[in-house]
């Protein structure tokens, strides 16, 4: 290794003598700079050759190797951006140079670099193939929403050049983007079109209806998968555990779970923190609990679903506790290990608590808050009464607050409706009406504290804005799982399966209900119950 270094920091002397030599006539050999380029170690030394090809004006010539030796180069903030200058400066470089840029381009912290490199291959007259959409298409999903127009773009290239339809990981990959650009129509149209699909293609699919909360559809395609003749495979149930957490559908996840150990398939890193997860959103605790026990590996994302999931089923000790243990297993936590603490404090009235793990999250792990992390932090205030504190805490926000953390607020003054905190009230309601001028949620809350406090005429005031407004209250949802399917009520639609059966239920429960006779609570008392 030290050999190696000794050598590279003669041959840059040479180039440097090479480069005095051809101000004078005498160049440097293409052996020898071949040899240096190839010996080249860092962004510095490439800078040095470099400078040697463009005083020898053998940059068209020998450019392409340097390129490429500064795209094999282990990453490092400096390679990439060196290698994409070096590309956009040589005159015409062919596809191929551009091909070999844009998979790094793709993967790194600033993916819009691929894409301008895109927009040049596309100015300078080049068609992409099949190396080049993927990796574009892969750097524009990450670029979403805002990047729609640029994979429409890649999208008609894609057609024109008949990869469309000739090669499957270019459409897998139009699937995926515009599911990231929230256009699941557009991607599912693609889907539709392929002439031929392998599992990846079924996978990019489900990925995209539960990306796009079409959790429904996401459980069909299954179906449609299997009876189509593919086997599923990891990547597969990590998308049906996921559908099954947000439809909150135990039946569907356990079914799940079952035919991944039917198929005898490995229980990977990821697929056993969907598992977790999805349990635990589903309420059972304690399978996703044994399930976390069983893994032998875990890292801070499995740590996080099982701590999220204790604090969304009321268990905010068991969370606090887990988070000890995480800390003892030299896992550092991540921004959803303290959404969840968060989730949990507010929960279980731990103000301090709440307070502690807010300032551990930027002092101690360096974690940014985001607007949730503050929405978290009101909540926790705002639903144990401390109102006042708060509002203060919004104020002093470093950043503007969204309506979501004012609407946090806002509800907790409702929970906590006094005169007291009208104030409050009065000033959160005009920020919300500012942000949210049409949304008729704010105007409920507002019209029904003034209810709760007895303030009659302004609760009549807020409703009548929203009737002048044109404005309604969103109807009334409830869900109930039965047989493995979720059954959703909405207030007012009577159009739902079974909606007369039940009705005729309810009323014939109201008669006997009120047949019924209060029992002596004296006689109750001492009976053997």
């Known amino acids: 290794?030290?050999?190696?270094?000794?050598?590279?920091?003669?041959?840059?002397?040479?180039?440097?003598?090479?480069?005095?030599?051809?101000?004078?006539?005498?160049?440097?050999?293409?052996?020898?700079?071949?040899?240096?380029?190839?010996?080249?170690?860092?962004?510095?030394?490439?800078?040095?050759?470099?400078?040697?090809?463009?005083?020898?004006?053998?940059?068209?010539?020998l450019g392409p190797a340097l390129l490429r030796r500064a795209i094999s180069l282990p990453s490092s903030p400096h390679h990439l951006p060196f290698a994409h200058r070096l590309l956009l400066s040589l005159p015409s470089p062919p596809l191929d140079l551009f091909n070999l840029l844009l998979p790094p381009l793709a993967s790194s912290p600033d993916p819009s670099a691929a894409a301008s490199l895109f927009a040049r291959l596309c100015r300078g007259g080049l068609r992409p193939d099949a190396h080049t959409l993927p990796h574009v298409l892969k750097a524009l999903a990450r670029l979403a929403p805002g990047s729609l127009p640029f994979v429409a773009c890649a999208h008609a290239e894609a057609v024109k050049s008949g990869l469309a339809r000739a090669v499957v990981y270019v459409p897998n990959a139009l699937v995926s983007a515009y599911s990231a650009c929230g256009h699941l129509g557009r991607a599912m149209r693609v889907f539709d079109e392929m002439p031929r699909r392998t599992v990846v293609s079924w996978n990019a699919a489900l990925a995209a209806c539960a990306d796009n909360d079409c959790h429904d559809r996401c459980a069909g395609m299954f179906a449609e998968m299997i009876e189509a003749g593919f086997e599923p495979d990891q990547t597969t149930f990590v998308v049906m555990?996921?559908?099954?957490?947000?439809?909150?559908?135990?039946?569907?996840?356990?079914?799940?779970?079952?035919?991944v150990v039917n198929r005898q398939l490995d229980m990977t890193l990821q697929l056993g923190t969907a598992a977790v997860n999805m349990y635990a959103k589903?309420?059972?605790?304690?399978?996703?609990?044994r399930l976390f026990r069983r893994m032998t590996v875990r890292n801070v994302w499995t740590w996080s679903a099982m701590i999220v999931g204790f604090s969304q089923n009321g268990?905010?000790?068991?969370?606090l506790e887990l988070f000890g243990k995480m800390k003892d297993a030299s896992i550092a936590p991540n921004y959803v290990t303290f959404l969840g603490l968060l989730c949990a404090c507010s929960h279980a009235g731990l103000i301090d608590e709440g307070r502690r793990f807010f300032h551990e999250m930027q002092h101690v792990y360096g974690i940014k808050p985001m607007?949730?992390?503050?929405?978290?932090?009101?909540?926790?205030?705002?639903?144990?009464?401390?109102?006042?504190?708060?509002?203060?805490?919004?104020?002093?926000?470093?950043?503007?607050?969204?309506?979501?953390?004012?609407?946090?607020?806002?509800?907790?003054?409702q929970l906590h409706s006094s005169k007291d905190c009208i104030d409050i009230v009065i000033k959160v309601q005009k920020r919300l009406l500012e942000l949210e001028p049409r949304r008729s949620g704010n105007y409920v809350m507002v019209a029904n504290i003034y209810s709760d406090i007895g303030s009659w005429d302004k609760a009549a005031m807020a409703r009548r804005v929203m009737r002048e407004g044109g404005m309604?209250?969103?109807?009334?949802?409830?869900?109930?799982?039965?047989?493995?399917k979720i059954q959703r009520f909405i207030s007012g639609d009577d159009?739902?399966?079974?909606?007369?059966?039940?009705?005729?239920?309810?009323r014939e429960l109201n008669i006997n209900m009120r047949r019924w006779e209060p029992v002596d609570q004296i006689l109750l008392a001492g009976a053997d119950i």
């Open 472 to 484: 309604k209250k969103m109807a009334g949802e409830s869900c109930v799982e039965i047989g493995g």
């Open 371 to 413: 607007m949730k992390h503050y929405s978290a932090m009101v909540d926790v205030l705002g639903r144990n009464g401390r109102l006042q504190e708060a509002y203060d805490f919004v104020m002093d926000m470093p950043v503007k607050p969204d309506p979501v953390v004012w609407r946090t607020l806002l509800s907790a003054c």
């Open 495 to 506: 159009s739902c399966p079974g909606f007369e059966s039940a009705c005729r239920i309810l």
């Open 1 to 61: 290794m030290l050999g190696a270094t000794v050598r590279t920091k003669q041959l840059a002397v040479l180039a440097a003598r090479g480069r005095r030599r051809s101000l004078h006539g005498i160049a440097t050999p293409p052996t020898a700079v071949r040899a240096l380029i190839a010996a080249a170690t860092t962004a510095w030394h490439l800078r040095q050759i470099l400078g040697h090809l463009l005083t020898s004006g053998r940059v068209d010539s």
């Open 241 to 259: 555990f996921s559908a099954a957490a947000e439809l909150g559908n135990l039946a569907l996840g356990k079914w799940a779970h079952g035919q």
């Open 315 to 319: 268990m905010a000790r068991e969370a």
């Open 282 to 289: 589903c309420g059972a605790v304690s399978y996703a609990l």
